[in-house]
């Protein structure tokens, strides 16, 4: 019987053949000993470098405290930010300190994890892998048969071999077998990474584009030239110079040839902006459509759906807003639109405070561009009246404050007057407060008359560079005449503040006075009056004929009253309106006889429409910002149903009607549309009987 040991090394041998016939996986971490595996036990020698400090044991163990922290040496300590609640600049508390030296994002998936079943299950992976491995309980019986088969065969060469050892080769801990990944499986990318995807866009072809330009046209010029010839051309040059010095300087014309060499000057540094100053405005223009686009809209196509349900009443609704900064501390003295070009309007500027006479403007604004006036003419004295000419709507009449008329060409460059009066020529020694053009007169002559607080209405005549002025009539007052120092007899002039000329009728006209009368005139008799009168108790502001009864005139007052007189019948008016403030301008509306408009001191505009309603005011609206703010003057579009008004602080605001203040007769289906002005004279007609009844009836009995 051999010794135990001698078994236990037999076995011991057995064992390690076993191990090294058993099959080594690829990922197994194996280290293999050679002879040489015991040379890391062997001593290792120091070696001291020659620049080693020689340390004493009280040095060596001193303790020297050194922190690390995570911070970047790199990143800046010092970032300002602007900080806008407080409005200033301030430090950067927060530094990333995070420093990446390599970054590399992966597209592998666990093959294990929820996505990965997931695309397998969409691709159907899981069912070849499933047939590629087979089941795996057969694949663990081929293993552990395997396994058998080794041990036979070792225990036919070697002996005997452990169990234990036979099962620890062929399974794990768990016994569960693990088999090695196939050779081949497909990688599970991410399919949330774009990285490995491409796409192919379509290119577009080439195309060779070419144009060809005309030549420029060609000449050919040959000339000889010989020495008299050159000598010629040099004395006629210094001739012409010998000429202009023998020319004597006329000490006046000095100045003029300055101003000429400056204009020359300024035309050519204008001519660059000149060449586009007609694409400028049509940009600008376009800018303006863009900007104030919601305001065109409602200019255009806004009807007020909220009329249907009001009885008989209307709104204005705020259009566009007209102001330039040099003219807000003047006062909207006058406004008149283009009879040609409807939607260009001039607003003259000015002051009726006696003590706060500065300077004047007069301003040319369009509704295609709100922002900027087209035109801008400044005064040395302040505008109180304009008038645009019917025919010639590029001539502008124009009366000061300081009694002078003048006449303004828009077409040219110029900034003066083209025409202007002066102590000379019969210039108002009052404010001019009315201008009007009247037709030419048997000379072709263009003319217009004015009327000023001096008493006197005066017809200018433009000829040639010239204004001539005739004294249409004086505004004498009915007392006697007063004696003057010399024995002679004074006479008192009314002071005329507005006027107004027949729309059928040439010679007559209508003048209204600071004294509350209004004297009814003809420019055949400049001595004395048709009628006059009485016609309010304070200045009259405004008198204006209707646009369609010949025989219907209006009034408006600083007493607070709006009038409405037929100038056949002048002892009372046909109709009487009180305000509760003073009345700085009414206008008649263009597009029917009963509607008028009156701005106050107050700042509303009343709107009255007398088919509707002969008491009181179908709109009644406030349109300044500001309660001091006074209303000056108002006038209607001729077209559009818009109407502009004026205020002291050099504001003009636009207003669209609603369709309760602009309603038109209905013309029935199949008729002829009626004749409109007989329409609306009959329309007004009827009004009138009604006022008349009364009387007639206490006549009669």
């Known amino acids: 019987m051999p010794p135990k040991g001698g078994k236990g090394l037999k076995a011991t041998a057995a064992a390690g053949k076993a191990k090294s016939m058993r099959p080594i996986k690829d990922d197994d971490d194996v280290t293999e000993m050679g002879e040489g595996g015991d040379e890391w036990m062997q001593q290792k020698t120091l070696v001291k470098p020659d620049d080693q400090l020689d340390l004493n044991e009280t040095e060596l163990k001193e303790e020297f405290t050194r922190i690390l922290t995570a911070n970047n040496p790199h990143a800046p300590s010092n970032i300002v930010r602007y900080n806008f609640k407080e409005n200033a600049y301030k430090q950067t508390a927060h530094v990333d300190q995070l420093a990446i030296h390599f970054l590399l994002d992966g597209n592998m998936l666990h093959r294990d994890s929820d996505e990965a079943k997931r695309q397998m299950q969409r691709e159907g992976l899981a069912e070849a892998e499933t047939h590629r491995y087979g089941a795996p309980s057969d694949h663990a019986a081929a293993t552990e048969g395997a396994t058998e088969e080794k041990a036979e065969t070792a225990d036919a060469a070697d002996g005997e071999k452990p169990a234990e050892e036979t099962k620890e080769e062929g399974t794990g801990e768990d016994g569960a077998t693990t088999p090695a990944p196939p050779e081949g499986a497909k990688k599970l990318t991410n399919q949330f990474n774009y990285s490995e995807r491409a796409s192919q866009t379509y290119n577009n072809p080439f195309r060779e584009r070419g144009t060809v330009t005309e030549p420029p046209p060609r000449a050919t010029f040959c000339a000889n030239v010989t020495q008299w010839e050159i000598f010629d051309a040099y004395q006629e040059d210094q001739d012409k110079q010998e000429k202009n010095k023998e020319k004597k300087v006329v000490p006046g014309r000095q100045q003029e040839e300055k101003a000429r060499k400056k204009l020359t000057v300024m035309d050519a540094q204008g001519d660059d902006i000149s060449r586009v100053s007609r694409a400028s405005k049509i940009i600008e223009r376009m800018v303006n459509q863009n900007s104030y686009d919601d305001v065109s809209q409602d200019f255009k196509y806004w009807e007020d759906v909220s009329d249907d349900f009001r009885d008989q009443e209307g709104t204005l609704l705020p259009l566009w807003k007209f102001s330039f900064d040099r003219a807000k501390k003047l006062a909207v003295t006058s406004l008149c639109w283009n009879p040609k070009y409807k939607d260009f309007f001039a607003v003259g500027h000015g002051s009726y405070d006696f003590m706060k006479q500065t300077r004047g403007m007069i301003l040319f604004y369009s509704l295609k561009n709100p922002s900027y006036p087209e035109k801008i003419y400044s005064t040395e004295s302040g505008v109180m009246s304009l008038d645009i000419h019917p025919e010639h709507p590029y001539l502008l009449a124009v009366g ?212 509707i309603n002969k008491y009181e005011a179908i709109c009644e609206q406030t349109v300044v910002q500001k309660k001091k703010t006074k209303l000056t003057h108002v006038s209607f579009n001729p077209i559009h149903p818009i109407l502009i008004v004026g205020d002291d602080r050099g504001y003009v605001t636009s207003l669209k009607l609603s369709p309760n203040l602009r309603k038109m007769p209905k013309v029935k289906k199949g008729e002829a549309p009626p004749d409109r002005t007989e329409q609306e004279i009959a329309k007004m007609d009827k009004l009138l009987a009604l006022v008349r009844e009364p009387d007639r009836v206490a006549n009669k009995s």
């Open 400 to 611: 000061f404050y300081d009694g002078s008329v003048g006449v303004y060409n828009v077409t040219e460059s110029r900034t003066t007057p083209m025409y202007l009066s002066t102590a000379k020529n019969g210039k108002h020694t009052d404010p001019v407060w009315q201008v009007r053009w009247q037709k030419d007169d048997l000379d072709n002559n263009l003319n217009f008359f004015s009327v000023s607080s001096d008493g006197r209405v005066v017809s200018w005549t433009l000829v040639k560079n010239e204004l001539h002025y005739n004294d249409v009539i004086k505004l004498a007052l009915p007392e006697s005449p007063s004696d003057g120092p010399d024995g002679t007899k004074l006479f008192t002039l009314g002071c005329g503040t507005s006027f107004d000329f027949h729309r059928q009728t040439d010679y007559l006209f209508l003048v209204g006075t600071e004294e509350g009368k209004i004297h009814k005139c003809s420019k055949a008799y400049s001595s004395q009056f048709l009628d006059t009168i009485q016609a309010h108790h304070m200045a009259v502001y405004k008198v204006v004929w209707n646009h369609f009864h010949p025989n219907i005139f209006i009034t408006c007052s600083a007493d607070w009253s709006v009038k409405i007189w037929d100038h056949k019948q002048t002892k009372d008016p046909m109709f009487t309106f009180d305000l509760n403030s003073s009345v700085g301008d009414v206008a008649w509306a263009p597009y029917a006889s009963t509607i008028f408009a009156a701005v106050t001191a107050d700042g509303k505009v009343h709107v009255y429409d007398l088919s």
